[in-house]
């Protein structure tokens, strides 16, 4: 009821609402884990980000992999990132899409270069914009699947729209227009 | 240099540029520290948010005031929440603007009713949506100043424009569209 009241309420204000979005049950995390995730493949320099960098202890870690045409992120919250006891916050579900983008273009660019991500040079992307609507509270005691589709990669710029489906709801949408780092200004790579 | 690329890359995207927004020095943390903020009146089951609840001692806490017509939030963010070493995450950044964007929401409905923030029944807002505009990397050394702008109170949606400011300069900039929590929804307050 909560749910249902508050859903009627934002969607007045919702640019977008997905619901030609189908909800798909992706494989078991497990299935991924044997794969290396996007983020693996970032340089140490550029890999202590608090939302997806794999040396930042404190951070969120999260991990991204294609799944088909769409990247597939799967990430168990810890309890502190909550709005109310039992929901996420909304700067973590704004972080989850952020980080999960900029290494969906990451990875669409390589791709677009028919290029293995563990080649050099490397290539990062950086958010410039980052946009999210929020439909559903979203419960925080369970998994969340962030999904990303490639909307558009024209040079230097990659767009990423994503969903964050928790208990098979889209509760949030998102949109990141994301701008590769110039060569000149990434680490030195041996 | 760092920066300058950065910016000149980033700028190319970006839909707004603040450049007619002029940076005012805001007085010092401690002359707003003896005022109450907004997010002190939340009622307690509305205070465990990881970006603005107070009884959230693994959280931000943050903490916004008026100052004028703008309101303006002061934080010094720990370390962890980096990108690279030394500058901000976009994940916090959004937090930033998200949770200042809708305790500003609140307390320009309090205003627009000639209430105090203290006075029943309580105020809440919830993010209908979230749109940053990441302009330049934002050190993390220092304290991140957000100023918000009431651009529209109509019914229950707010529209709070922002912008987050380090060492003199706007590194990001924000929309948010929030929603009140209609009040059959809110926790009783005696």
Chains 1, 2 share one sequence.
């Not at 810890?78 to 709005?83: E, L, N, P, Q, W």
């Amino acid at each position: 009821m909560f749910r249902l009241m508050l859903q009627q309420t934002l969607i007045k204000w919702m640019p977008i609402y997905p619901q030609d979005w189908e909800y798909k049950n992706i494989e078991t995390k497990e299935n991924f884990m044997t794969k290396k995730a996007f983020q693996d493949y970032y340089p140490d320099d550029l890999s202590h980000c608090y939302g997806c960098g794999r040396l930042n202890e404190q951070g969120l870690q999260i991990k991204s992999y294609w799944d088909g045409e769409e990247s597939v992120c799967i990430h168990q919250p810890d309890s502190r990132y909550m709005a109310i006891p039992g929901m996420a916050y909304g700067g973590l579900i704004a972080s989850l899409i952020d980080c999960h983008s900029t290494g969906t273009a990451a990875a669409a660019k390589y791709r677009e270069e028919n290029r293995e991500m563990d080649t050099l040079p490397p290539i990062r992307f950086l958010t410039a914009s980052l946009h999210v609507n929020y439909l559903l509270p979203t419960p925080i005691n369970g998994p969340l699947e962030i999904r990303g589709k490639v909307k558009l990669v024209k040079g230097r710029k990659v767009v990423i729209e994503s969903r964050l489906i928790a208990s098979g709801q889209v509760c949030a949408t998102g949109e990141v227009i994301a701008v590769q780092v110039p060569e000149a200004l990434m680490p030195v790579t041996s």
